[in-house]
C-alpha cells in the first residue's frame, strides 16, 4: 500500500511539471515507503537470525515510526472531526470549491463529507497499525539479539 502511495505521488510530480509543493508531499509519502522497507528488512532479521540487520535500521524504524504515528494520528483526528462536522462543513466547502469549477461540486452533500472523513480515518488507521508492529518486532529483535549475546561464550581464548 505504502508503495503504491508512493507511486501515485511520484505519477502526480511528474504531471503536474516538478510542482515544488508536490514535491514536498511525495517526500513525505516516502517515508511512508522507506518505514515498509526497514520493517521487511527486520521481520527477515527476525525469521532468519542468521541475516543481520544493519546498524541503522533500528534508529530508522524508530525514526520513520515516529512520523507516521505523529502524521496518521492528525489525519484520524481530522477524519473524526469531518464525520463529526460533516453538516457545518458542508456549505463553506461547497462555496470555496464551486469557485473553482461550479459544475463538479453541485453533487457534493454530507455523505460525500462522511465518506470522505471515513477515508481519513480507515488508510491512516492500517499506516498507524503498520507503525506500531514494528516497534514491537523491534522489540523482539532486540531481545533476540540480547539472548543471542547471552549465550555466546565470554572467554576470548575460544575464538582463536
Known amino acids: 500500500m505504502s508503495s503504491f502511495t508512493t507511486l501515485m505521488g511520484i505519477i502526480g ?5 516538478l510542482n515544488p509543493q508536490i514535491f514536498i508531499n511525495v517526500a513525505f509519502l516516502s517515508v511512508f515507503f522507506v518505514h515498509s522497507l526497514l520493517s ?22 524508530r525514526i520513520t515510526g515516529g512520523i507516521i504515528i505523529f502524521f496518521t494520528a492528525l489525519s484520524i483526528i481530522s477524519g473524526l472531526i469531518m464525520l463529526a462536522n460533516a453538516d457545518v462543513l458542508l456549505e463553506p466547502l461547497r462555496e470555496r470549491l464551486a469557485a473553482e469549477n461550479p459544475e463538479a461540486f453541485k ?6 463529507l462522511r465518506l470522505m472523513g471515513a477515508i481519513l480515518i480507515i488508510f491512516p488507521a492500517l499506516y498507524l497499525i503498520n507503525a506500531i508492529l514494528s516497534f514491537g518486532f523491534l522489540k523482539k529483535w532486540k531481545q533476540q539479539q540480547q539472548e543471542l549475546e547471552d549465550s555466546r561464550p565470554e572467554d576470548d581464548n575460544l575464538l582463536l
Open 107 to 112: 453533487e457534493m452533500n454530507v455523505s460525500v
Open 40 to 61: 521487511l528488512y527486520l521481520q527477515r532479521s527476525l525469521l532468519i537470525p542468521q541475516i543481520p540487520l544493519k546498524e541503522s535500521t533500528p534508529g530508522g524504524i
Open 13 to 17: 510530480l511528474i504531471s503536474s511539471g
